[in-house]
């Protein structure tokens, strides 16, 4: 492992170390290797051979911060796991079920990968830095804890060094072929270096000399082909989503209004979601939207509430 660029290093074990230390708490170092490997990183790559862009963070949030984490905890006699996240998980006074938030610091709010999780994990939730604002919260940090400067923010995916995922990528897949980059019509223009190094709405990289930009519109692992378009023919007014999950337990209704991001760092777009069955819905937005990514989530808010959300699948 990466000890300085990779969460849970050992660097990182030992500040959490000195940490509780200072506080006067225990401090236990909880195996979940197996898990993270079966739940994250295998699907994570598997993912990537079928042309998808994962987001494993909200994953991980389901099935090991508040999964299997939650399980382990309970042998130590704890009833809940405080996060660190910034968005506030409170207890609704009309309908006695547990919401999902926004948090105060608006450009730190990280709602977004809590889309997946159940009343059950919410129960046994804290969230206390979520009416704070970061540099606030940093600043009281490193009074009492000075050591903790040093430390850079998590990454995008923090279990790759360097937040590579190529080369994560290239150690697991020996078969990783070039192929055929083709326009709109069919023409080859270009070649890629292996389709999985590439995600929808990408312009750098293709190396192809075009009077407009280009950006990869399409993957097709089974044919090794990446589609190449301008930024018009990224542009999409509607998607379909596969394995919702809606914080209440059922969505508003079989359609409804609502805000919609379909990334984290995405702008949110009214929108209209239709609920199909077996847990799909479409997804009609008020204006078209750049790059819609299969294996990404769209999620759902109303307000400031953050109502579900799911997979998307195709545009």
Same mark, same amino acid.
């Given at each position: 492992?990466?000890?300085?660029?990779?969460?849970?290093?050992?660097?990182?074990?030992?500040?959490?170390?000195?940490?509780?230390?200072?506080?006067?708490?225990?401090?236990?170092?909880?195996?979940?290797?197996?898990?993270?490997?079966?739940?994250?990183?295998?699907?994570?790559?598997?993912?990537?051979?079928?042309?998808?862009?994962?987001?494993?963070?909200?994953?991980? /949030?389901? +099935?090991?911060? @508040?999964?299997?984490?939650?399980? !382990?905890?309970?042998?130590? %006699?704890?009833?809940?796991?405080?996060? #660190?996240?910034?968005?506030?998980?409170?207890?609704?006074?009309?309908?006695?079920?547990?919401?999902?938030?926004?948090?105060?610091?608006?450009?730190?709010?990280?709602?977004?990968?809590?889309?997946?999780?159940?009343?059950?994990?919410?129960?046994?939730?804290?969230?206390?830095?979520?009416?704070?604002?970061?540099?606030?919260?940093?600043?009281?940090?490193?009074?009492?804890?000075?050591?903790?400067?040093?430390?850079?923010?998590?990454?995008?995916?923090?279990?790759?060094?360097? /937040?590579? +995922?190529?080369? @994560?990528?290239?150690?697991?897949? !020996?078969?990783?072929?070039? %192929?055929?980059?083709?326009?709109?019509? #069919?023409?080859?223009?270009?070649?890629?270096?292996?389709?999985?190094?590439?995600?929808?709405?990408?312009?750098?990289?293709?190396?192809?000399?075009?009077?407009?930009?280009?950006?990869?519109?399409?993957?097709?692992?089974?044919?090794?082909?990446?589609?190449?378009?301008?930024?018009?023919?990224?542009?999409?007014?509607?998607?379909?989503?596969?394995?919702?999950?809606?914080?209440?337990?059922?969505?508003?209704?079989?359609?409804?209004?609502?805000?919609?991001?379909?990334?984290? /760092?995405?702008?949110?777009?009214?929108?209209?979601?239709?609920?199909?069955?077996?847990?799909?819905?479409?997804?009609?937005?008020?204006?078209?939207?750049?790059?819609?990514?299969?294996?990404?989530?769209?999620?759902?808010?109303?307000?400031?509430?953050?109502?579900?959300?799911?997979?998307?699948?195709?545009?």
């Amino acid at each position: 492992k990466d000890a300085v660029k990779t969460c849970c290093s050992p660097e990182d074990i030992e500040s959490a170390k000195r940490v509780c230390l200072k506080l006067g708490i225990p401090h236990h170092v909880i195996d979940l290797l197996k898990p993270f490997k079966e739940k994250i990183i295998d699907p994570f790559c598997a993912e990537y051979q079928q042309g998808r862009t994962p987001n494993p963070c909200v994953d991980c /949030n389901k +099935y090991i911060k @508040f999964g299997s984490l939650l399980e !382990k905890i309970k042998i130590l %006699g704890a009833g809940f796991i405080a996060t #660190g996240h910034y968005c506030i998980i409170e207890k609704s006074p009309d309908t006695g079920l547990f919401e999902v938030k926004k948090g105060t610091d608006k450009n730190k709010d990280q709602s977004y990968v809590f889309w997946r999780l159940s009343q059950v994990q919410l129960s046994q939730m804290k969230t206390p830095l979520g009416k704070q604002l970061k540099d606030s919260i940093a600043k009281e940090a490193y009074k009492i804890f000075p050591f903790l400067r040093k430390k850079s923010e998590s990454q995008d995916i923090c279990f790759i060094p360097g /937040n590579d +995922y190529r080369s @994560f990528l290239k150690m697991r897949f !020996k078969n990783i072929k070039k %192929g055929n980059i083709t326009d709109t019509s #069919g023409n080859v223009i270009g070649q890629h270096k292996g389709y999985p190094f590439y995600t929808i709405g990408q312009r750098k990289g293709l190396g192809i000399s075009h009077p407009e930009p280009l950006y990869v519109k399409e993957i097709i692992p089974e044919e090794n082909i990446i589609v190449a378009g301008e930024e018009k023919d990224i542009k999409s007014q509607s998607l379909k989503i596969k394995d919702t999950n809606f914080i209440t337990g059922s969505p508003p209704g079989k359609s409804f209004n609502a805000m919609v991001k379909i990334r984290y /760092n995405f702008r949110e777009t009214p929108a209209e979601i239709i609920i199909s069955s077996n847990n799909t819905a479409d997804i009609i937005f008020s204006r078209p939207q750049k790059a819609v990514t299969p294996g990404q989530s769209a999620v759902f808010y109303i307000g400031n509430t953050l109502i579900g959300g799911g997979i998307i699948i195709k545009s």
